[in-house]
């Protein structure tokens, strides 16, 4: 079975514009989760998707944002990027919202801003 | 509300020593215990869990950890360190009703040849 998959796994953007990175969750799982990993904060939630509806939101700024689509796969935007926003972000499945579940962690996306 | 504190940022140990890195959590329901593993630009990669059951958790590469309730601990052991196991560890907790997991800030383990 195929693991988590992040498109792309590079970005390098300068400060004002916006991205968007994908994910494509394990076949089967209907969550998908969202992490910043930076250096100074560590891993930070930023939100989670189940049945293409946003379940639960981190403490970020509305310029972070995301979807999640009927096959599950989900995108997060990031609009107005800031030096600040440099950072690995992670994507995770897990088949549903069990406390117990394991999350299953892509490779992430190395997002630089310039 | 929970939160996990992973003592000591960086660990080393030589080869073939052994291996502890160590986990407290705070939860205010009944905590479930993961740890992760992280080697450099990778994700993470779940080692273990405690959910239910047998407080002494054996996990993939060797690794285990004992939940201990009255300590509010969840320490990683390894008997045995080997070079590959040089990566990141994250400790995290879960609990009913709040199913996000938190995650510890990480230890870096070293070992030395």
């Known amino acids: 079975k195929a693991g988590v998959t992040q498109t792309p796994r590079y970005l390098i953007k300068t400060r004002g514009q916006q991205v968007t990175l994908s994910c494509s969750p394990i076949?089967?799982?209907?969550?998908v989760s969202w992490y910043q990993q930076t250096p100074g904060q560590g891993l930070q939630f930023l939100f989670e998707?189940?049945?293409?509806?946003?379940?639960n939101k981190g403490n970020f700024p509305g310029r972070f944002s995301g979807r999640q689509f009927s096959n599950s796969r989900s995108e997060m935007n990031v609009s107005t990027l800031e030096l600040g926003d440099s950072a690995l972000y992670l994507c995770?499945?897990?088949?549903?919202?069990?406390?117990?579940?394991?999350?299953?962690f892509g490779p992430g996306t190395r997002l630089t801003v310039l | 509300a929970q939160s996990v504190t992973q003592l000591g940022s960086h660990v080393s140990v030589s080869e073939g020593a052994l291996v502890l890195l160590r986990c407290n959590y705070s939860?205010?329901?009944?905590?479930?215990l993961f740890w992760y593993v992280q080697y450099p630009n990778q994700g993470l990669q779940l080692l273990l869990k405690?959910?239910?059951?047998?407080?002494l958790v054996k996990g993939i590469n060797g690794f285990e950890a004992e939940f201990k309730k009255s300590e509010t601990s969840f320490h990683l052991t390894k008997p045995s360190a080997h070079m590959s196991d040089a990566a990141e560890y994250f400790c995290?907790?879960?609990?009913?009703?709040?199913?996000?997991?938190?995650f510890g800030r990480g230890t870096s383990l070293i070992v030395h040849p």
């Open positions: 405690y959910t239910t059951g047998a407080t």
């Open positions: 939860s205010s329901v009944p905590p479930y």
């Open positions: 995770a499945s897990s088949p549903t919202l069990e406390s117990t579940d394991t999350q299953y």
């Open positions: 995290a907790v879960s609990g009913r009703g709040s199913y996000i997991p938190t």
């Open positions: 076949s089967g799982h209907r969550s």
């Open positions: 998707y189940f049945s293409e509806t946003q379940r």
